[in-house]
């Protein structure tokens, strides 16, 4: 072989075995797609599907009522560990139970795995639950809680009408929650598994919950406005632990 045959040979080995591990370099190592999980919040009263603006429901004091508004926030959206531990997935986010998009969020990212439920509370948690903390938007807004009474955020903005006891004279009822100690934290303990694709979590709201255990809240002599009522906050608050279910 001549001088500068083996010159060009020897230039095109090193060539082709640059280009070799520059190809390398460039394609990383595969990494298996994660799962991602969607919940959606659906709302009931006692197995009858919320409509607004109907007197058509009646809790556990026989208050006959309707509903107008619904408004709320979850924090701390987490999944439960066999070991008890908890991952977090949210911080938190927006309810409006006349909005559809606001009912629904997707969490992405979802290691491969298997948890035996979920966590969060409804309102926001202590670290955020400071007047201007949250993002500067029109829902977060109106969710304040009034300065002189404490700042930070409503936790649930829960209003409609109700018959007093007679049934002839309609009243408002705004069942209001604030303040971190009536942050309502919750578990739902149902296992879930993920292995890569979009897990669709569904909860339902039942409303009459709040007005029942441990508490049967009585709009005529527990007050239709707890705002400025700690005793018919409290009592309120703690009846929401189970409102929330699987299905």
Do not use: R
């Amino acid at each position: 072989m001549k001088k500068n045959q083996l010159i060009a040979l020897l230039v095109f080995i090193v060539f082709f075995a640059s280009c070799k591990n520059e190809k390398a370099e460039e394609e990383p190592t595969p990494v298996p797609p994660a799962s991602s999980m969607t919940l959606k919040v659906s709302y009931e009263v006692d197995g009858i599907s919320l409509v607004y603006d109907s007197l058509m429901y009646s809790n556990a004091a026989g208050n006959n009522y309707s509903v107008y508004m619904l408004q709320y926030f979850l924090s701390q959206i987490s999944l439960i560990k066999s070991d008890s531990s908890k991952v977090l997935m949210k911080d938190y986010h927006y309810f409006d139970a006349t909005i559809a998009s606001t009912n629904q969020f997707t969490i992405e990212n979802i290691p491969e795995g298997g948890f035996i439920g979920v966590s969060f509370n409804i309102g926001i948690d202590p670290a955020h639950n400071i007047t201007g903390a949250l993002p500067n938007n029109t829902n977060n807004n109106n969710m304040e809680w009034p300065e002189p009474m404490g700042g930070g955020y409503h936790f649930m903005k829960f209003e409609g009408h109700f018959l007093n006891v007679t049934g002839d004279t309609l009243y408002g009822f705004n069942m209001h929650l604030g303040k971190n100690e009536n942050l309502v934290k919750v578990e739902i303990y149902a296992p879930v598994y993920f292995n890569h694709g979009n897990f669709i979590y569904n909860m339902t709201m039942n409303l009459n919950e709040w007005f029942k255990n441990p508490y049967t809240y009585n709009f005529n002599t527990d007050g239709n406005y707890t705002m400025a009522d700690s005793l018919a906050m409290h009592k309120i608050s703690s009846n929401g632990t189970d409102v929330f279910t699987h299905h």
